[in-house]
């Protein structure tokens, strides 16, 4: 697929347009909007819901919503929630089966709930992420048909990053402010003097179908030169770093490490890490019978290496020490996650910083296993 | 082969727990339909002899005589599930765990000799062998319905030993202790009421006691961190599930 459509630029009235296009496609259009003192993902029923002149201040452990006086709807990260609670949600049922009188048993597989989704103000640490899934679910050889069915017909529009948090570590993790390809559409938003607006890139055929059928304009050099100039500076302007090493090997070489021991005196092991994570992907499933013992479901559920339960085998948890853990938790996203699929696991989206009740850090952790590693050679 | 017979029993508790069963009232029916219901005070007076199939036992052993009947229930039940704090944690009555009860005696009853209690309230598992403890206070119905289906199956329960937090993040609630700085024991706190305190903007307050795996000494600097003082702290803690939280402090 070739995809020539010069770079264009939507106004307000075009994001308007574009969010009403969508819904009269029938998609469900997903994006930021204000709820509960956050910007949480939600369905959008026009561009109104989506959060003008909302900001966030993060830090570890914390999270408020600030007033912004530019009017920007995207100018905000590391939410609660990621794209992963639409596209591989935290419940879904299987499949059930019934037992007659007659003492026979039927199967009946569930047909995956599969709404044509599109997702508006999906970040590119988050596309990275959806990449990441994507590899993980309908890589292999068994692919998560619910999550593969939703995934082949939601439709992607990206906003580049104009304003990292101060929880945020994109470009230590291999990434950036700018979306990579595997978008539809890609947004930078734009304000200043001359207005409110949006410089649109083209990324797929459906994308540009998409563009054409709202009003727009084609980019002129300023906002080229004003949105490329937002997303370098967002570059330099991340609030936190993972150590410049090769991380992998890191991991490889601590498992002894002291500083489990100090991160797991800290850690609740209450798993909103790993809920919060964008790339996070574990379930268990669960066989529920009703009271008759007739009927019965395989439900799957999302999981977390932070649950006791998660490693049980044969009268026993293999990891029954927070500290193992917390250790298996990184240690595999950010080492034996290549092992398995090819790439990090980690985005550098921050919201496990942010999300953490107790504010652990996982740059602060990464960079106290450097040091005790470079204290020990 | 006849119906299993269910018995319920009730030993030093406000009687929720018992009224959560009667509460299922889009399953009584099936429940009804299903065992054979033996034992149930709250519900009839008919009571039909042991030995029981299943027996839920809500409340704590504070007096004597219920630590000698606990025994009894014990010896005539095949299986004996504990419902709710009182039953698991020894509930709020476990303050007195931490006082002088014959202070308490003195000081409320213009008779205290007619009065005859243990210095202690205690969970049911201090006592006799418990095959199941379901939390809560009071317990929830989804879950006490699954155990009892579990049981008539002879399936484990899916009554999963996680935290709150787990509960909320599934179903999309945004965090009160990192969005507003509200403390909540939602970290250390046992799932299983679907997190219904943090959907309403306030912080949880442990009432299914502690999680599975709890680490409760380092949620005490994340309440200090939220406007706690140790006072506060400790009257965040002892609730209706006092004993078990104090426990998890000390050991």
Redesign the interface.
Known sequence: MSVTTAPAVLDRDGLDALVTALVGQGRTVVGPTV????I?LAELASADALPFGWGVELEA?????VRREDGAAFAHSAG??SWK?FLHP??ERLWSADRTPEGHVSFTPEEPAAPDYAFLGVRPCDLRAVAIQDRVLTGGRYEDSGYGARRRRALLISVDCVEPGATCFCVSTGGGPAADPGYDLALTEVVDGDGHRFLVRVGSEEGARLLEAVPHRGADPATETTARASVDAARDRMGRSLPPVDLRALMGASLDAERWDDV?????????CT??CPTCFCVTT????????DHTERWQ??D?C????FSYLHEGPVRSS?KA?YRQWLTHKLSTWHDQFGTSGCVGCGRCI??????IDITEEVAALHTESETER | MSAPKLAVFKLASCDGCQLTLLDCEDELLALAGTVEIAHFLEATSTVLPGPYDLSLVEGSITTAQDAERIRAIRANSRHLVTIGACATAGGIQALRNFADVDEFRRVVYAHPEYISTLATSTPVSAHVDVDFELRGCPVDKRQLIEVITAFLAGRKPDVPNHSVCFECKRRGTVCVTVAEGKPCLGPVTHAGCGALCPAYRRGCFGCFGPSGSVNLPALIPVLRRDGMDDDAVVRFLHTYNAAAFDKELTS
């Open positions: 709820r509960d003192g956050a949480v452990g914390r999270y408020r919503l609660p929630q609670t935290a419940r797991a005196a800290r850690c609740l092991t209450c798993g909103n809920m919060v669960e066989e529920v019978t009703d009271l008759t013992g559920r999302w977390s932070f649950d006791l339960d927070g853990r942010a999300w953490c009740p107790a504010g």
